[in-house]
Nanobody, 116 residues
Framework: QVQLQESGPGLVAPSQTLSVTCTVSGASITTGGYGWNWARQPPGKGLEWIRH???????YYSPSLKSRTSISRDLSKNQFILHVSSVTPEDTAVYYC????????WGVGTQVTVSS
């Protein structure tokens, strides 16, 4: 079974870049049929999808976050990483990674707080 585990900085200062990493086990992130996603849930708000990357590296994005987000991969570690630039306190959230396609599984989330 595919398992996903998020890791992040915990606390980020405003205007900096936030990077959260998803480590995948049970399947390679380059395996056909899988898609890999990031979403977040700010305190008191609903879940917001952010970015998707396919097994071949094609990326999709939420239009509202396109300009400040990107997604990359570390194939040697079977990880995909979300980057959010120019963060503000509104980027404070629990960040989740999850798989779609052949199997749907979620990580437990990692809390990231933007504060000086």
């Amino acid at each position: 079974q595919v398992q996903l585990q998020e890791s992040g900085p915990g606390l980020v200062a405003p205007s900096q870049t936030l990077s959260v990493t998803c480590t995948v086990s049970g399947a390679s992130i380059t395996t056909g049929g899988y898609g890999w996603n990031w979403a977040r849930q700010p305190p008191g708000k609903g879940l917001e999808w952010i970015r998707h990357i396919t097994a071949t590296g094609i990326t999709y994005y939420s239009p509202s976050l396109k300009s400040r987000t990107s997604i990359s991969r570390d194939l040697s570690k079977n990880q995909f990483i979300l980057h959010v630039s120019s963060v503000t306190p509104e980027d404070t959230a629990v960040y989740y990674c999850f798989s779609t396609g052949a199997d749907s599984n979620w990580g437990v989330g990692t809390q990231v707080t933007v504060s000086s």
